[in-house]
T-cell receptor, first 114, second 113 residues
Framework: QKEVEQNSGPLSVPEGAIASLNCTYS??????FFWYRQYSGKSPELIMF????GDKEDGRFTAQLNKASQYVSLLIRDSQPSDSATYLC??????????????FGSGTQLTVLP | SQTIHQWPATLVQPVGSPLSLECTVE??????LYWYRQAAGRGLQLLFY??????ISSEVPQNLSASRPQDRQFILSSKKLLLSDSGFYLC????????????FGEGSWLTVV
């Protein structure tokens, strides 16, 4: 079982709609969760991180964490064509110790249609 | 502010040739450093991490090795490349053991032919 799983997509939404990206994790002890955006041929860039249950909002982005269900999501409101990218979910498993390395999902490809 | 540099950006190497990818971080001390690889259409696979000079941990057995000769320098090497080593290699850093967020360098595209 993969430690972090995402639907690979592709996910297509019209411009202005809400895009919903989902992620589940298997290590119940995971403490911190991250969403990265990766444009084709580029390195990942951090969008948001979330540590506590509930919602965290930053501009058009909202991250949601439900530790009981081991579920993390990212909502993108008012989606723009420039949001078209692959979105990577990542977690720090409790087994990582002091290194605190991230374990990544395989990513969800999002296309926002003009 | 902290920055991370990675080079070369792109390289094409024949099978059996050596490899050296370098990464340096500026503006921070004692960072945790990481090498990830991303095969075409795949997620990021952790290859090596380092919590200090000379301290290297390997996550995946393979023909690659890593070294950390200085606090803010991380090197990925191979003596003989395989076709399966092709991919996008990413160096990343975290602010020591207390930081939570990992930041990536620009990446190095390696094609083994």
């Amino acid at each position: 079982q993969k430690e972090v799983e995402q639907n690979s997509g592709p996910l297509s939404v019209p411009e202005g709609a809400i895009a919903s990206l989902n992620c589940t994790y298997s290590d119940r002890g995971s403490q911190s969760f991250f969403w990265y955006r990766q444009y084709s041929g580029k390195s990942p860039e951090l969008i948001m991180f979330i540590y506590s249950n509930g919602d965290k909002e930053d501009g058009r982005f909202t991250a949601q964490l439900n530790k009981a269900s081991q579920y993390v999501s990212l909502l993108i409101r008012d989606s723009q064509p420039s949001d078209s990218a692959t979105y990577l979910c990542a977690a720090i498993p409790i087994s990582s110790g002091s290194a605190r390395q991230l374990t990544f999902g395989s990513g969800t490809q999002l296309t926002v249609l003009p | 502010s902290q920055t991370i540099h990675q080079w070369p950006a792109t390289l094409v190497q024949p099978v059996g040739s050596p490899l050296s990818l370098e990464c340096t971080v500026e503006g921070t001390s004692n960072p945790n450093l990481y090498w990830y690889r991303q095969a075409a259409g795949r997620g990021l696979q952790l290859l090596f991490y380092s919590v200090g000079i000379g301290q290297i941990s390997s996550e995946v057995p393979q023909n690659l090795s890593a070294s950390r000769p200085q606090d803010r320098q991380f090197i990925l090497s191979s003596k003989k490349l395989l076709l399966s080593d092709s991919g996008f290699y990413l160096c990343a850093w975290r602010a020591g053991s207390s930081g939570n967020t990992i930041y990536f360098g620009e990446g190095s595209w390696l094609t083994v032919v």
